[in-house]
């Protein structure tokens, strides 16, 4: 398997700088970030895992999940069920694992598949992220 990720935010953070926020290191970063991370590709029915991450600062206190629907701009404007892992704690960084498919389980099923992911406060969307893996 190979890993594949994809950050949508307000600004990009370089790698180094990351690592520091995502280890709790001493340096605050000010801007809300998100990205996801996981297998690109798993067999059919398969056991897998993602990575939600990144940095929650003001009012940004939830992580909104959906699957398997198109991704809209916002928490607001997206369509679908949704997942929430929250509340997060303020000004900080976080790292939320989630453990996925399996057996008869969708989102494990042959195919594309789409997770859309919003760091959302209130009403308001300050950071949000996509990730698509097949299964075959």
């Not at 308001?124 to 990730?131: L, V």
């Amino acid at each position: 398997m190979s890993g594949f990720s994809h950050r949508c935010g307000r600004f990009v953070i370089p790698a180094a700088l990351g690592a520091l926020v995502l280890a709790g290191g001493a340096f605050s970063a000010s801007a809300n970030s998100l990205k996801i991370t996981g297998p690109k590709t798993i067999k059919v029915d398969a056991k897998f895992s993602l990575k939600f991450s990144g940095y929650a600062g003001g009012t940004a206190n939830f992580v909104r999940v959906h699957f398997d629907v198109p991704c809209a701009a916002t928490e607001k404007a997206q369509k679908g069920k949704v997942l929430n892992f929250g509340p997060l704690a303020e000004n900080k960084s976080f790292s939320i694992g989630f453990p996925g498919g399996g057996p008869n389980e969708p989102l494990s099923t042959a195919g594309k598949h789409t997770v859309c992911a919003f760091l959302v406060g209130g009403s308001k969307t300050f950071a949000h992220a996509s990730f698509s893996w097949s299964a075959g």
